[in-house]
């Protein structure tokens, strides 16, 4: 039985799944376990993990991806590389998986190898209620049934990852909470964290007192890796 931590992480494009994954990576390895990150996203050429493989690996995270990964060759491939999380070399493996159907059948081959390690899987759904697709519980059930299917995986817990960018406040997480909870009601998933800046986090956690109303899920401060100089996020 592999003893591997696996997290794989799943949403629409502008999700920020790239985001949270790099920053699971780094923070796996600045306490001392021997961690994978693996770039399955073969649907944008743009907002790519391995992008940042020079910042990964001099932290010491070792990086999978397609050798055509962020360069002018767009080829949908998946390197044979990827089978060696699941030999037990890493303590800790990160998925980062395309953001809608077609990108989930990456995933979906290696069904079989995920069985072996059932129990250690975490498959993490992430939702932005700022983004055009995911704005309503109908609209992501629908997209999260198809990525379900896809994959052949089931997902276990959602991440409420609500952002408008560098506008982002810590209401507008706040109000995406609501329909991150709205969703797991319905869709019958616990929320794992909720994530998004410092500061956000911060003001998110006094609204809820404020509001008096407590929250599902763990509060989760990131750091901003993806912003190139002409987007932000």
Request: charged fraction near 25%.
């Amino acid at each position: 039985m592999v003893k591997t931590e696996f997290d794989l992480l799943v949403g629409n494009y502008g999700s920020g799944k790239t985001e949270i994954s790099l920053n699971l990576a780094l923070d796996a390895r600045a306490v001392g376990k021997k961690t994978v990150l693996v770039d399955l996203d073969i649907v944008n050429p743009y907002f790519r993990s391995s992008a940042h493989r020079k910042t990964l690996e001099e932290a010491g995270v070792h990086v999978i991806a397609s050798p055509y990964a962020n360069c002018t060759i767009d080829l949908p491939l998946v390197t044979a590389e990827t089978v060696r999380i699941f030999t037990g070399e890493f303590d800790y493996a990160i998925v980062d998986v395309g953001g809608d159907p077609v990108g989930a059948t990456a995933l979906g081959r290696y069904r079989d190898n995920f069985d072996k390690v059932q129990g250690q899987v975490k498959a993490n759904y992430i939702i932005n209620a700022c983004r055009p697709q995911t704005m309503n519980v109908p609209d992501i059930a629908a997209m999260f049934a198809l990525i379900e299917g896809s994959s052949r995986l089931k997902m276990t817990h959602f991440i409420n990852n609500t952002n408008l960018a560098d506008e982002t406040t810590g209401a507008i997480l706040y109000e995406g909470q609501a329909l991150v909870e709205d969703v797991a009601r319905e869709l019958g998933l616990p929320i794992r964290w909720i994530t998004g800046r410092e500061n956000v986090i911060a003001e998110f956690k006094a609204l809820a007192e404020k509001a008096g109303r407590p929250y599902q899920g763990e509060t989760r401060a990131i750091t901003t890796r993806m912003r190139p100089e002409w987007f932000s996020y």
